[in-house]
């Protein structure tokens, strides 16, 4: 099983970029098969790795065909490859996304993109009441080494029915919980790679673990899943 991933995946995505058309895509449908079959392979081993320390139960590897039906960009090919990994739910919450395109512009991504109104909700009426656990897991030198601050969304001030001046305000307002690790070509080249994005994503597992019981209990800590 690929372990590393090769030039010829930028080779491909390049070449893409260059010539986005159905009809140079047909011509090397072959080429982007082996490309994709590659890429993966790669990824099925990064969800092995990430069922010996979490529990895992999906892997998403994207279509590299856009919707162009209300997009003013009408390219009908991604220039990416985009693969995500799901958290068992409903116990657990959270997920994993990495992102493989040319000219340094890989990353891995993780936390919560689209939380609904509910859990939306629910993690700022924690941060109201509390923010100590989650203020420790951003401040861990190991964790900000890694992942840094949240990234995503947020609102220019209080939501609805919160205090503009509370003092975890910055947290409150917030409409995503995500955090990104950016890579260069020859980065994501290296045979030590895939045991990079297994590290980083290992050291994510605090702020899961706070926010999947946060997620899983109502405001009185009192479960809410069967």
Not at 126 to 144: N, Q, S, V, Y
């Amino acid at each position: 099983m690929t372990t590393t991933l090769t030039k010829n995946v930028f080779q491909f995505l390049n070449q893409l970029e260059q010539n986005n058309d159905r009809d140079w895509f047909n011509a090397h449908k072959d080429t982007f098969k082996s490309i994709e079959k590659e890429v993966k392979q790669f990824n099925t081993h990064v969800f092995n790795l990430l069922n010996t320390h979490d529990d895992v139960d999906k892997l998403k590897l994207f279509r590299i065909y856009r919707d162009v039906r209300f997009s003013k960009n009408k390219q009908p090919y991604k220039t990416h490859f985009g693969c995500s990994f799901n958290r068992v739910k409903p116990k657990l919450r959270g997920g994993y996304y990495i992102h493989i395109q040319p000219n340094n512009q890989s990353f891995i991504a993780t936390g919560f993109w689209d939380p609904n109104k509910d859990d939306l909700f629910r993690i700022r009426k924690e941060f109201e009441m509390d923010d100590e656990d989650i203020r420790a897991i951003l401040k861990d030198k190991e964790f900000a080494s890694i992942w840094g601050n949240f990234k995503g969304d947020e609102l220019k001030t209080a939501p609805k029915g919160f205090d503009k001046s509370h003092p975890a305000i910055d947290l409150i307002r917030r409409k995503q919980f995500i955090f990104t690790k950016e890579f260069s070509d020859q980065e994501v080249l290296s045979p030590d790679f895939i045991t990079t994005i297994d590290q980083a994503f290992k050291a994510i597992r605090p702020f899961f673990d706070l926010m999947s019981d946060i997620l899983t209990t109502d405001l009185n800590g009192q479960s809410i899943i069967d």
